[in-house]
């Protein structure tokens, strides 16, 4: 329960809508004790009328006599009415307010968790599920609304209406109010212990209908690995298992309820037998008047409906304070890769070293970086080049300042990383990953992703230094193509000069490759290459890739092997050592050679 504290701030911004709130609260319950009085009047007045009525009978005043019980009973039925439709106009104030009020508290709850979803550093992510997190956001955060809007409210109907009614019967007679209230403490307890049933009971049936979800989720994404694997049946099967399971549940949960509140109804009936039957002893001793028994009756009914609220409110505020410390708990880690308390905004032209930097992936302990040195002057080019797992990916990430290195220091422009204000860091840094990321939009804004204020011309121009260009004009709708989720509807050729165009756009002084070409054919990579050598003369840039590039000069080539810089030099003093990267080379033109 203490999770909820942390709602309090919220609470104090928006007091305004939760202290109207509660006074509507108060004020339409108002209205809904003043009808028992009136009909209490009411029955009296007309009962004692009735005695007068047989004196009057047969002489001139019967007329005057029937027309007064008539305008009696005819202008407190209207008074009712009224009564009925301010207490429907204040409880309309009420959710205007408290409901309100619950929806800004939860939007000003999801923008909080987005917000730290984008300072987490890369290593949370690899640690933590989508779906979970995506839960915290939804699930999490709708529970938490059911406490401070429906839950809050009903609370404080069920308190409010509870001391008027109390406080109305009382006044009647305290012996009646005890004996006809007797029954509900153990209604409540009843109430709770059931709702808790009910409660685990739907936790259940939510657990099975997220399983049911995600796999028709994953069936749907996965559907042409389904097919073409002949997949259909077990799929069909393994859905049809976790459906049944999902009925089961809910046909339990339904017999649970079809006993339950019968038997809530029973409880009524007996708490106003009692009523009446007491109640109609003492009238005959003239302790009380015939209306004050349909007064209590009706202050009973009122009593109902909050008393039977009470177990769902109970085991909403349960799981909202679940849910808030869920939230809390995430709200709560400090990202490993944060701003400085003193961010600075060097110049960046594109200088880069790392200076004896090891690297070691948390969680996973491996050794992904040994030792690792690296120096560009702006300008220069430079090709890692290593099997996969190398760690060739590894240094891409730390430029960006992903992860900090265990030891050295990576330094861009003099200014040590750690220094630079993140977001100007990574501003300057362009960076094509290897595992492309597209956005279910058109292809025109995949690319002018890279760059916000990219202009019409300079997306072109990407998409031409990209070779994207000439298959963009093939689509027929061009640039405004939508690509499908996650580019569905593009080549595993086309997703990565795509993602090509969005890192060249940023037109940054440091450009970051990460396997760029290894989806496109030969001759397309040498027509991206030559582009880029003439729009890249003045960016420093980082090619990594598992197979050379020929046909580019690089200033330095570094070969890596298990974290460690294995062969570094040029083309020419590589070639002249004749060790790996020669091999490589003659391996690679040697396929070249023969498959051309
Ligand atoms: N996020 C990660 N968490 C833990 N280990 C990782 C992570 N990314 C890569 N590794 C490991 O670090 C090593 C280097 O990976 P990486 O730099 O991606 O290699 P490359 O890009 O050369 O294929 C590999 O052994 C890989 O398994
Ligand atoms: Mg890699």
Request: glycine content about 6%.
């Amino acid at each position: 329960m203490k999770a909820l504290a942390a709602l309090n701030p919220y609470f104090y911004k928006y007091k305004w809508h939760l202290l109207l709130g509660l006074l509507f609260v108060a004020i339409s319950n108002v209205f809904a004790v003043l009808p028992p009085v009136i009909v209490r009047t009411v029955i009296d007045r007309v009962t004692s009328e009735a005695a007068s009525f047989d004196f009057f009978k047969g002489t001139d005043l019967e007329a005057t006599a029937s027309s007064y019980v008539f305008n009696l009973v005819f202008w407190n039925g209207l008074l009712l009415l009224g009564l009925a439709l301010l207490r429907g106009v204040f409880m309309f104030l009420m959710r205007q307010t408290l409901i309100v009020m619950s929806r800004h508290i939860e939007y000003a709850q999801k923008d909080a968790i987005y917000k730290q979803y984008q300072q987490l550093d890369a290593g949370f992510f690899k640690t933590h599920f989508t779906g979970d997190l995506m839960n915290r956001i939804s699930e999490d955060v709708s529970r938490v609304r059911m406490y401070t809007g429906p839950a809050l409210m009903y609370m404080t109907n069920m308190v409010v209406l509870t001391i008027f009614c109390l406080w109305g019967m009382s006044r009647v007679d305290s012996r009646l109010t005890l004996l006809v209230v007797a029954p509900l403490p153990f209604l409540v307890v009843a109430i709770y212990w059931v709702n808790r049933i009910i409660a685990r009971k739907s936790e259940k049936i939510q657990t099975q209908l997220s399983e049911l979800t995600t796999t028709a989720q994953e069936s749907y994404s996965g559907i042409r690995v389904i097919k073409s694997f002949v997949q259909e049946t077990p799929m069909l099967r393994h859905f049809t298992a976790t459906a049944e399971e999902y009925r089961k549940s809910n046909v339990n949960m339904a017999l649970t309820e079809s006993v339950w509140f019968p038997s809530i109804t029973l409880f009524v009936g007996i708490s106003l037998l009692l009523t009446i039957v007491s109640g109609g002893y003492l009238a005959m001793q003239g302790q009380i008047s015939a209306g004050n028994i349909a007064e209590f009756v009706i202050y009973l009914n009122l009593l109902m409906f909050p008393i039977s609220m009470l177990g769902m409110v109970a085991s909403m505020i349960q799981r909202a304070a679940v849910s808030q410390t869920r939230i809390n708990e995430f709200l709560h880690i400090a990202p490993a890769i944060q701003n400085p308390a003193v961010p600075q905004l060097p110049d960046v032209k594109g200088t880069v070293d790392f200076n004896g930097v090891t690297f070691v992936y948390p969680h996973t302990g491996i050794v992904a970086l040994k030792d690792f040195e690296l120096h560009l002057v702006p300008g220069q080019k430079v090709c890692i080049i290593g099997k996969t797992g190398s760690g060739k990916s590894t240094v891409a990430q730390l430029l960006l300042r992903m992860y900090d290195p265990k030891s050295g220091a990576v330094i861009l422009d003099g200014t040590p990383l750690p220094d630079y204000d993140l977001d100007y860091l990574r501003r300057n840094i362009a960076y094509a990953p290897q595992e492309a990321y597209l956005f279910s939009d058109t292809l025109y804004n995949n690319i002018k992703f890279g760059r916000e204020e990219a202009t019409h011309a300079e997306v072109l121009e990407a998409a031409r230094l990209a070779d994207l260009a000439k298959d963009v004009e093939s689509f027929p709708e061009g640039y405004e193509t939508m690509i499908g989720e996650r580019g569905v509807m593009l080549s595993g050729g086309q997703k990565q000069r795509l993602v090509l165009a969005r890192a060249l756009i940023k037109a940054s002084p440091v450009l970051l490759l990460d396997e760029s070409l290894s989806a496109v054919d030969t001759q397309t990579e040498q027509r991206i290459l030559s582009n880029l050598r003439q729009a890249l003369e003045q960016t420093t840039v980082l090619v990594i890739t598992h197979r050379l590039y020929a046909g580019w000069e690089f200033d330095q080539i570094l070969v890596l092997d298990d974290g460690a810089v294995a062969e570094r030099g040029t083309h020419a003093t590589l070639m002249a050592e004749n060790g790996r990267y020669a091999e490589l080379w003659r391996h690679q033109t040697g396929v070249d050679e023969t498959g051309n």
